[in-house]
């Protein structure tokens, strides 16, 4: 039997360092400008252009203006030590109870809005995005509910 508790504070002082080969699907363009001030899941201004390279241009197929996709990305870190706690007036909550761009892994999932797109070229214009010019983008995957005609059927709740 393993022992999943958490308290191995003894035994592992130091996480364990495992690297991972992560290929970007395209990169992200977008005009310069200021970062908001506190990273947000959905900035109703954010306005960019996912650029998909080659190979997967053929994965847009079925995606159509309107449609809500968490864009998956890598940004790169800051440089800052990593935070335990993060203040606010109700006290200093976890990183990971927070929207902090400083943490132990700088992997995004923002939520966007398809604007346009074209398939053929590779090229989607969304709204809701503030990231920086360049970053990789590592993923796209359309925000559904359990009946969204996008969801697979192995995955629909039956009503």
């Avoid at 995606?63 to 800052?80: C, D, I, K, N, R």
């Avoid at 503030?130 to 359990?146: K, N, S």
Wanted: no cysteine.
């Amino acid at each position: 039997m393993t022992d999943l508790s958490m308290d191995r504070s003894m035994d592992q002082p130091t996480p364990p360092t495992v690297a991972f080969t992560l290929r970007p699907i395209g990169l992200v363009r977008t005009a310069p400008r200021k970062r908001a001030r506190l990273p947000k899941y959905f900035v109703p201004g954010g306005r960019a252009t996912l650029e998909l390279f080659h190979p997967y241009r053929a994965g847009l197929q079925g995606l159509y203006e309107g449609t809500e996709v968490w864009v998956v990305t890598f940004q790169a870190p800051s440089g800052q030590a990593i935070r335990e706690t993060w203040p606010t007036a109700e006290g200093l909550p976890g990183v990971f109870a927070t929207t902090s761009l400083d943490r132990p892994n700088p992997i995004e999932f923002l939520r966007a809005r398809i604007r346009d797109l074209d398939p053929e070229k590779g090229v989607l214009h969304v709204m809701g995005l503030d990231l920086e010019d360049g970053a990789p983008v590592l993923d796209i995957r359309p925000v559904t509910a359990p009946h969204h005609p996008l969801t697979r059927t192995s995955e629909r709740v039956l009503s």
